[in-house]
């Protein structure tokens, strides 16, 4: 580590994000003077490879702040409610991974590939958005600036990852114990997650949603800056490891063919499409594991409604749906000089 870099900090360095937001900031070559890896006290004493350097975990306190001038959370809702404003009042830029602070009306909710400017008014907190919302506008942002959005409907088909490290273990247990014969065993889960899925992700709200699909119609919008947007989200998890998919279903202002929509996509900032009629011409979580791109494919024309466009939408959602994010808005900082 140089000395002529940021002084960063990673809180929440030992979850499966934290994990990750390490390993981005190395592979993006982010400028990190020195790093210092924050987490709770039972994490203290475990150390994490940074730049081939085992760096130790840190105990996470109101003063680990001291001189650090960048800070990427992923804690938890709670832990950032109480640390992100001691971090932001001791100067830090602080990025949340959590949803403590996306609907602040004074914290901007950032996609780089979408509202890049918003991440320059701040007043010392920036908000990733929940990891389904991400790809989501990343794919919909060209057609979007295009022929503009009336209305979306979207299903997600969510891995176990987007819940943690105890989810994943969760899922492969379960395989496990049901491939001998044993009886599945569901804790972090209401429902068996192995040969299976359920359509609830969060608590269901009084309304008959739940918080997730609540999270991606208000997060659209602020993203978007457009309250007129209708959104209608069912969110599902799967027994994935990695990678969330999307059957997105939108209405436009202006007709759009799905030939425009598809070059617009090919030609989109963090995009890769993946569309042809062929045998397996289609993106699949495997394809989007361990990548940073949002992929789509199927594109086509919904002719039950009118201006109407289906799309399938890909993404590495602990990737793309968290630590790239995160790291890409901390680029967007240092390339306007803001750190």
């Not at 949340?96 to 909710?109: F, I, T």
């Not at 057609?143 to 176990?160: E, H, L």
């Not at 899922?171 to 569901?186: H, K, Y």
């Amino acid at each position: 580590m140089g000395k002529n870099g940021l002084k960063v900090a990673v809180v929440g360095a030992t979850g499966a994000v934290g994990n990750l937001m390490i390993k981005v900031l190395e592979e993006r070559a982010f400028p990190v003077g020195s790093l210092k890896l924050l987490a709770s006290a039972r994490s203290v004493g475990k150390t994490l490879p940074f730049r081939g350097v085992q760096l130790p975990v840190e105990e996470l306190v109101e003063d680990s702040f001291k001189d650090v001038q960048l800070a990427l959370f992923s804690a938890g809702g709670s832990t950032s409610r109480k640390f992100a404003p001691v971090a932001a009042r001791a100067g830090t830029v602080v990025i949340d991974n959590s949803n403590a602070w996306r609907m602040d009306a004074k914290v901007p909710l950032v996609v780089p590939e979408v509202n890049p400017e918003a991440a320059l008014i701040h007043s010392g907190i920036i908000a990733n958005p929940n990891c389904s919302t991400i790809q989501m506008v990343v794919a919909l942002k060209p057609i979007y600036d295009a022929a503009g959005i009336r209305r979306i409907v979207v299903t997600t088909f969510q891995a176990v990852s987007g819940t943690g490290k105890r989810a994943i273990e969760e899922l492969q247990n379960q395989v496990c114990d049901l491939m001998n014969g044993r009886q599945a065993v569901s804790q972090i889960y209401p429902r068996q997650i192995a040969f299976n899925c359920f359509p609830q992700i969060g608590p269901f709200l009084d309304n008959g949603f739940s918080e997730e699909e609540m999270k991606m119609v208000h997060e659209t919008r602020k993203i978007f800056g457009d309250p007129r947007i209708r959104v209608c989200a069912t969110t599902v998890r799967i027994p994935v490891i990695y990678g969330h998919s999307e059957s997105v279903n939108i209405e436009t202002e202006k007709p759009i063919s799905a030939e425009e929509a598809r070059r617009l996509l090919q030609a989109a900032p963090g995009v890769r499409v993946i569309d042809d009629l062929s045998k397996g011409g289609y993106p699949v979580p495997l394809d989007a594991a361990g990548q940073d791109e949002t992929l789509v494919g199927r594109i086509r024309i919904d002719p039950s409604v009118e201006n109407g466009l289906a799309m399938w939408v890909v993404a590495d959602n602990i990737r793309k749906g968290a630590a790239t994010n995160a790291v890409q808005i901390a680029e967007i900082l240092l390339e306007k000089g803001r750190l």
